[in-house]
Nanobody
Framework: QVQLVESGGGLVQPGGSLRLSCTAS????????IAWFRQVPGKEREGVSC????????YYSDAVRGRFTISRDKSENTVYLQMNSLKPDDTAVYYC????????????????????RGKGTRVTVSS
């Protein structure tokens, strides 16, 4: 059974950092693209970042490029999102997701149907 569980959210001041974790069970993440999305109530989901199968490429939205870094720890079967220089506009519920297609690239991930997702972790950036 494919499961994803996020953790690491919280309250942080502007300019601060957080590291989100997405731990998978039921499959080996290395063979699949894993994406991070965020959502604010009343708005569409926003693609934040994605790491392709076998770490062949990484993608970032314009809003977070240069501040966020996605990575994968194969031994922990976990994908991380390191978030630095956080801004109030980064406030959202962040969740990880995959479409569980073997060898998938992240190209176009923002518009992909990714039915396997976690419940999310809330990030609040405020002074």
């Amino acid at each position: 059974q494919v499961q994803l569980v996020e953790s690491g959210g919280g309250l942080v001041q502007p300019g601060g950092s957080l590291r989100l974790s997405c731990t998978a069970s039921g499959f080996t993440t290395d063979f699949y693209a894993i994406a991070w999305f965020r959502q604010v109530p009343g708005k569409e989901r926003e693609g934040v970042s994605c790491i392709s199968a076998s770490d062949t490429s990484t993608y970032y939205s314009d809003a977070v490029r240069g501040r966020f870094t996605i990575s994968r720890d194969k031994s922990e079967n976990t994908v991380y999102l390191q978030m630095n220089s956080l801004k109030p506009d980064d406030t959202a519920v962040y969740y990880c997701a995959t479409d569980h297609t073997f060898g998938r690239s992240c190209f176009g991930y923002e518009h992909m149907d990714m039915p396997y997702r976690g419940k999310g972790t809330r990030v609040t950036v405020s002074s």
